[in-house]
């Protein structure tokens, strides 16, 4: 049975940093892209950043410069780190993995999500 369970959410005022993990069982984790996406209170889910099994990384614009994402093959766990924070990135965060790894940030194209983790960032 595959599982990713997020942790690491919470609450934040701008300019904050949290950092957010995503623990996988279930699966060769290795060989899967992952991809952390958001939806925002009343918004729809969207691509947030993305890390391919051979490492190479995605951003979308509004995170550019300010999230990283990395991978620790040994340990099943994906992390997001995110540095000066703003309210809008306030959103329920959920990690993702992809087998086919064919999109970065298509929804349809990931096979597993995790339940979400809540981050709020207050002005």
């Known amino acids: 049975q595959v599982q990713l369970v997020e942790s690491g959410g919470g609450s934040v005022q701008a300019g904050g940093s949290l950092r957010l993990s995503c623990v996988a069982s279930?699966?060769?984790?290795?060989?899967?892209?992952m991809g952390w996406f958001r939806q925002p209170p009343g918004n729809e889910r969207e691509g947030v950043a993305a890390?391919?099994?051979?490492?190479?990384?995605r951003y979308a614009d509004s995170v550019k410069g300010r999230f990283t994402i990395s991978r620790d093959n040994a340990e099943n766990t994906l992390f997001l780190q995110m540095n000066s924070l703003k309210p809008e990135d306030t959103a329920n965060y959920y990690c993702?993995?992809?087998?086919?790894?064919?999109?970065?940030?298509?929804?349809?194209?990931?096979?597993?999500w995790g339940q979400g983790t809540q981050v709020t960032v207050s002005s």
């Open positions: 993702a993995a992809s087998w086919r790894c064919i999109s970065w940030f298509i929804e349809g194209e990931y096979d597993n």
């Open positions: 279930g699966i060769t984790y290795s060989r899967y892209c």
């Open positions: 890390i391919a099994n051979d490492g190479s990384t």
